[in-house]
């Protein structure tokens, strides 16, 4: 191994099905975590030590982080769907079918989180499947313009009053975009894209219901 190895270690190549959910599963919270946690600490100031000490904002940041990982799951099914598509041997739309299956599979790993009922987690996992259904819907967007119809949600889920907030929705939305577009970066450095295309139909129909 040469220096540049050991100052920059190379991430492992994603080449089957479970390497491709585990990506899927850690970018997502990445997505949506990453952005919580910058726009608290910079709306916080000088008080982010004594905001991320207190118990109820601990509280309300890991709902809304919970609350917002079906969206950052919904982003990244569609990076992950816009780069395989052309890969696909015969049916995109079955492919698209078993790109859905995957993300709901990484969905189902998690029991329903902190103080969401079974009902609404269940919801989102229904809203989650459509989401990625609309995929399908017309040709592979522009990583950046993927966000769009996420942003104002994913606003409103930030743990942070919303008089608080002012007008800040529009950095919110580029980092949304930013980070998108390093996140599609190196899944294209690190995704062999026929190997992972060739094994998705053999990828179980998604279940109907999620995991409780």
Known sequence: MNWRDLLFPRRRPIADVEALANFIDEQSAFLVQKGMYEYSRA?????AKVLFSE?????????SRWAAYP????????????VLRPHAATDPLHQLEKVSAVVL?????????GKHD?????DARAELARRLQLIGLH?????????DPYARTYWDMMPIA???????????????KVTLCHIH????????????????????????????
């Not at 118990?55 to 709902?63: S, T, V």
């Open 55 to 63: 118990p109820e904002f601990l509280d309300a940041l890991e709902q």
């Open 118 to 122: 079974r009902q609404s987690w269940m």
């Open 185 to 212: 970066q190196e899944l294209t450095e690190r995704l062999d894209a026929p190997a992972v295309a060739k094994l998705l139909p053999e990828v179980p129909d998604a279940r109907p219901g999620a995991v409780g």
């Open 43 to 47: 709306r916080a100031g000088h008080y």
């Open 105 to 113: 599979s990484v969905f189902d790993r998690y029991p329903t989180p």
């Open 139 to 147: 040709p592979p967007k522009r990583v950046m313009d993927i966000p």
């Open 71 to 82: 969206l950052g799951l919904a982003m990244i099914g569609e990076v992950v769907e816009g």
């Open 162 to 176: 919303k008089e608080v907030r002012s007008a800040d929705f529009p950095t919110t939305r580029n980092y949304l």
